[in-house]
């Protein structure tokens, strides 16, 4: 079955993305792996935004899932160096924050991010959020 086809199950089977989560709450880490996981996404967990810079240049994921405040390097920062790294450039990342004003979501969109996730989320919304990332990179 190709991508897009659907199992027995009913679930759609996409071709499989891999997905890095900077997030330095660790139940955030472990609740958006569990969701992710269960919707066939492979997942990668940073608990800063120094070691998701790493990661990032080791694995090159499908896309990137980045918590805006983290403590240390902020999520906004590392979407910067992210962006200014041509390797990396064009990796698309979805900011997700608590925050939902404007001004939250114009900065981020500044930094480079192509979506932004106010938490908390739904599992569909989460999906959604990847798939049109991933989508308008292409």
Known sequence: MGAGSVESSGKEIRSVKTVLVIDDDELNLKLVNLMLTSEGFRVLCAASAEEGLELLRQE???????????????????????????ALSAIP?????????????ARASEAGCSGYLV?????????????KAVTMKG
Do not use: C, N, Q, W
Not at 60 to 86: C, F, N, Q, W, Y
Not at 119 to 131: D, G, M, T, W
């Open 93 to 105: 990342v979805v900011a997700v924050s608590a925050y939902a004003m404007e001004e939250d979501i």
């Open 119 to 131: 938490k908390p989320f739904r599992r569909k919304e989460l999906v959604e959020a990847i798939e």
């Open 60 to 86: 090159k994921p499908t896309v990137v899932l980045m918590d805006i405040r983290l403590s240390g390097m902020s999520g906004l920062e590392a979407t910067r160096r992210l962006k200014a790294d041509h």
